[in-house]
């Protein structure tokens, strides 16, 4: 009778009481594009495709966070010392830095004058201190976007309240502008639970750009932004904003109604011809991604911290094939990659025809792995008895990066190795198992900025607390009375090319050393990776790193030996169509070199009002 009393329950309380042995609810995939109530009178609805997987936060150095979404809302939303302008050149935003310039050679240090209005929406002001807690966090934090330039910082000074932030390098620095854009609400994600990982990871709070956010859904996949009435600057002329994620035939579908102002969107072969046909040649361009797809290995535990197996593995590969996989058939859709440290849409003139690496070669597959030891009886090679078995994670709810880790798992299977395919959260996969190096491959989208040799010296780098690494390992923190300490900075050893940091006094709260977390298969501890989701960390390709970031010699100077070590295989860099309506025709007008890297939406401001 009791079992009864609880069906009938259930019954009138369903979302209450789930009975045993069902499935757990389906998660929302957020691809609807039906509003749930009328968008307000001047605001701009722009359709984001949402095939490309579920919004997983907001933080723009989250590498786990990338999307074209929260992209554009981080660069409407936050602040920035420097913005890339339409052109693609660097400039500070006058609302937020006054002055920012060079005002010292030995050490060489930065100093920015911030402007005394500043300040996030609920009036805290932009101070040196949310400087110091990006420098701080992104020493430690796994699974960043380009934090090598971080490293050479010494020290972060405060004077005048906050309002003059002196920042001193180890070494020259010459893309010392591509830092602190955008910055972070410290005083926010320190206090709040879970800190930097959490804190932007279901919206952005707070703002202290032209626009905040009011509201995003998960369920229908929308972003609602309006003007922030506490922005000290000039108001843009569109009132409020809509970022609708959803399938891209109802966006286009209603983009021809009229009730979608904007697209922009990664389609598939039949969804580009269908837009093309839709919509005319000069209401829509094809923007590339900053970012690429790669085949990122563990180069330093299991069977691929082997480079014969790493160049065995690209021989199994044919990327054309993966390619279509990863554009769904768009042609325009993905851009070979030919270079480790530039991206294609840099350099189109002068990219050679093919990547220098061995793919789509059998024979040269089957030669690496007898090179590494492993003989092929029946379907699979093997080593003293044991399969070639490689674990590769790509992230969950993606259908493209699915359909590419199904057809590597084919390819490498045709060459005797063994795939077990792990779908993942893409947090989970990105700072869990990639930052700790207990998988043997990874199938992720790696976003990077502007700077090639900071990207690089990232991606590749050895990590701070190797002797190696660039900029401090060792730091201490503040004396419990809260004075100044003098933090000397750690003297690398070995070949890095980079003078040693110089001692100074910082009233910044200084980190500890780079946590560490344990490998797979050992008792011992391995640094947290941050940028370098590889591990790869080589005397020869840090000299030459060391020596592009700080000025003395091009980051093309490392590709060779990163195409020959193979840390990782990087696939295409993508693309997407973005149009416009014919009231927003300007937003076309003049170049568009600067939004590869900001995407089409970061100067939605200087639109015109819908």
Known sequence: MGHAWVVLACLFALTACTPPALPAPIAPTGLSSVPSTPPPAGTVII?????????TGFNPYAIADFSPASQAAASLVLPSAFVVADDGSLRSDPDVIDKAEVTGQNPFTVTYTLDRKASWSDGTPITAEDFSYLRDQLLVQPGTVDPAGYRLIGAIRSRDAGKTVEVEFSAPFPDWMTLFSPLLPSHLMKDFPGGWGAALGADLPLSANRYRMTAYDPVTGQISLARNDKYWGT?????????????????????????VQVLWLAPSGTMAAAIEEAVPADLR???????????????????????????????????AIVGADLTAGWL?????????????????????????????????AQDALSGAGYVKNGLYVSRDGEVLRLTLGYPSGVPRLAAAARTIQSQLAGIGIEVDLLADATTSLVESRMAAGTIDLGLLTLPRGISDPTAAASAFGCPPSDVLGIGQTVTTPPTETGQPVTTPAATPTGPTGAEPPTASTDTRAAPTTTPTTPTAGSGDAAPVRTGN???????GTQRDLVAAITGRSSADEADAALWAALP?????????????????????????????????LSGLSGWPAA
Not at 47 to 55: A, N, W, Y
Request: proline share 10%; charged share 10%.
């Open 533 to 539: 989701l590889s591990g790869y960390c080589t005397a």
């Open 235 to 259: 108001q843009p002329a569109v009132a409020a904003v809509l970022l609708r994620l959803g399938d891209p035939a109802d966006l286009l579908a209603a983009f021809g109604r009229g009730d």
């Open 285 to 319: 361009t094809v923007v590339p991604t900053p970012a690429s797809v790669q085949l990122v290995f563990n180069t330093t535990t299991g069977a691929t911290a082997s480079p014969q197996v790493r160049t065995a593995i690209a021989a199994g590969l044919t990327p």
């Open 332 to 364: 325009s859709g993905g851009a070979t990659i030919t270079s480790q440290v530039a991206l294609p849409a840099e350099n189109e003139s002068t990219a050679p025809a093919v990547p220098p690496v061995v793919t789509a070669d059998q024979q040269a």
């Open 568 to 600: 990782v295989l990087p696939l295409i860099q993508q693309s997407a169509i973005f149009a416009v309506s014919e009231t927003l025709r300007p937003v076309l007008n003049g170049p568009h070199d600067g939004w590869m890297w900001t995407g089409p």
């Open 47 to 55: 359709g984001l495709d949402g095939l490309g997987g579920r919004i």
